[in-house]
Nanobody
């Protein structure tokens, strides 16, 4: 049984930084790609960033490119999202996902609020 747990959200001022963490268990962590998604109030869930099994390839939504960095530590079964230069439009619930074939295993989400 796959379990995904996010942490690290909170309230931050525009221009600030946050680091989200995600722990995944239940499968061999290093065998699967991981991703971050977000959902703002009244909007659909959208892709933010993903990373392949080894961490050698990463992908970003245009809206976060150059500001966010996804990384993983396969020894700790963890994936991270470093978010810099945060904007009010980054406010959302952020979800971590483990990608197993065509199946996405989701965590419960962590709230990120960017406001002065």
């Amino acid at each position: 049984q796959v379990q995904v747990v996010e942490s690290g959200g909170g309230l931050v001022q525009p221009g600030g930084s946050l680091r989200l963490s995600c722990a995944a268990s239940g499968r061999t962590f290093s065998s699967y790609a991981m991703g971050w998604f977000r959902q703002a109030p009244g909007k659909e869930r959208e892709f933010v960033a993903s990373i392949n099994q080894s961490g050698g390839s990463t992908y970003y939504a245009d809206s976060v490119k150059g500001r966010f960095t996804i990384s993983r530590d396969n020894g700790k079964n963890m994936v991270y999202l470093q978010m810099n230069s945060l904007k009010p439009e980054d406010t959302a619930v952020y979800y971590c996902s483990q990608v197993v074939g065509a199946t996405y295993y989701w965590g419960q989400g962590t709230q990120v609020t960017v406001s002065s």
